[in-house]
């Protein structure tokens, strides 16, 4: 008992290392933040002092420099728009694949698979090309970019756990007058609620975040996501406000810590859920 006892503080200790080694990156940008600009390259790592602090001013021009809740809604709807077609089209894609056993099901699966080990790098030029041939350089066209990267993950996922749903549920929908459509929308989607969660979270924090795919698709002198929008910050011969970039690095993080916060929970659940068969 008690040398599982100190494996147990042991593992304890080593993590929590971990995890503050993680974390250490946000909170030097956090103190930053609240550094005069002057002081945040030559001591970054002191904690503001009464001549270094400034308080939100950083934040305010942050806000101003970057028209922030301008990229803020932009960011806001690209994400939301792109989550709920992965979500939308996927779970209905993984479906399809998990009750029709053919083999070009299975090549739609298999391919699926192969998008989700493809370099980016590999297509991002021809990628852009025909974004702007197609005129999807806006923030509707990058939301079904985005489906046709997350898709892989995402059918992967959906996939595992629907193939665990027993088929006498959907049968007994069935019987009880319900339609293929309405047996999805009322029974099995439902049921896939811890995968969507989790799918949710994952591609809500890589769409967020993303700046490559946005600043390759969209037309950067209309549309402006956060990650773009902090970008411009910088000034004529590579001189940046880090003060207003900090500031405004702070307030693109704390959304998505937030959601992710609130969500973590069903992570762990949906991917152990959809690990029940491959």
């Not at 100190?6 to 971990?18: A, E, P, Q, R």
């Not at 946000?26 to 002092?49: C, D, G, Q, W």
């Not at 493809?118 to 702007?132: C, D, G």
């Not at 007058?177 to 924090?205: D, E, H, N, R, Y």
Request: proline letters at 4%.
């Amino acid at each position: 008992m008690n040398k599982k006892l100190k494996h147990g503080w042991l593992v304890t200790l080593i993590f929590s290392v971990i995890s503050l080694l993680y974390l250490y990156p946000i909170i030097l940008v956090v103190i930053n933040s609240f550094k005069k600009k002057a002081y945040i390259s030559r001591v970054p790592f002191e904690l503001p002092r009464d001549n270094m602090f400034v308080g939100l001013e950083n934040y305010i021009r942050g806000i101003e420099q970057t028209k922030f809740f301008e990229a803020f809604s932009w960011s806001l709807f690209i994400t939301v728009g792109g989550v709920a077609v992965i979500i939308l089209c996927c779970s209905m894609c993984a479906w399809f694949i998990s009750r029709v056993n053919t083999w070009w099901t299975k090549l739609i699966y298999m391919l699926c698979l192969f998008a989700m080990v493809v370099p980016f790098q590999m297509e991002m030029y021809t990628l852009s090309k025909i974004a702007n041939m197609l005129r999807l350089n806006t923030p509707w066209g990058l939301i079904f970019i985005y489906l046709g990267f997350g898709a892989g993950l995402a059918v992967f996922m959906f996939t595992g756990f629907m193939k665990s749903i027993p088929l006498e549920i959907e049968e007994a929908a069935m019987i009880d007058g319900c339609t293929p459509i309405q047996t999805f929308f009322k029974v099995v989607l439902p049921i896939s609620k811890p995968t969507c969660i989790t799918v949710m979270i994952l591609q809500a924090m890589w769409i967020w975040n993303d700046y490559l795919l946005p600043s390759l698709v969209l037309d950067t002198k209309k549309y402006r996501t956060i990650p773009i929008a902090v970008q411009y910050l910088k000034g004529g011969y590579g001189s940046v406000d880090m003060g207003a970039m900090m500031g405004a690095l702070v307030l693109s993080i704390i959304p998505i810590v937030i959601f992710y916060l609130c969500c973590q929970k069903h992570i762990i659940e949906g991917v152990v859920a959809g690990a029940v068969k491959g």
